[in-house]
């Protein structure tokens, strides 16, 4: 029993010190925004995607190797997304704005690496 406090506090600590660090990475979405935001499938927090990791993504998109969770080709890079906490699915920021269409979410099983 003790154990499973210990690693729900760590989980707790460890996504509270992401979404700190996150906040500096994305300064498109407001902080009150981004603590309500969550994916539209698995109810997951979505977190800013690094901008390393936005590139990885922009690379494989680039490549022609990125489809979204439909199957449609993703054929324009993102200048921001969101991902979830388990890492799985990233979502687009349009002009500011969340694409938080199960549609158009983007799985990263399919890259190389993981993000």
Known sequence: MVSGLRERRDDDSRLSS???????????????????????????????????KLKTLNQAIEG??????????????LSDALITRN????????????????ERGIGTTQLPEPL
């Open 18 to 52: 992401s979404l700190s660090q996150c906040r500096i990475l994305c300064m498109t979405i407001p902080d009150h925004l981004l603590d309500i935001l969550c994916c539209p499938v698995s109810h997951e927090p979505l977190l800013p995607l690094s901008r390393a």
């Open 64 to 77: 022609g190797d990125i489809q979204t969770v439909e199957h449609e080709p993703v054929t324009e890079t």
């Open 87 to 102: 890492h799985k699915v990233v979502y687009p920021i349009v002009d500011g704005i969340p694409v938080l269409l199960a």
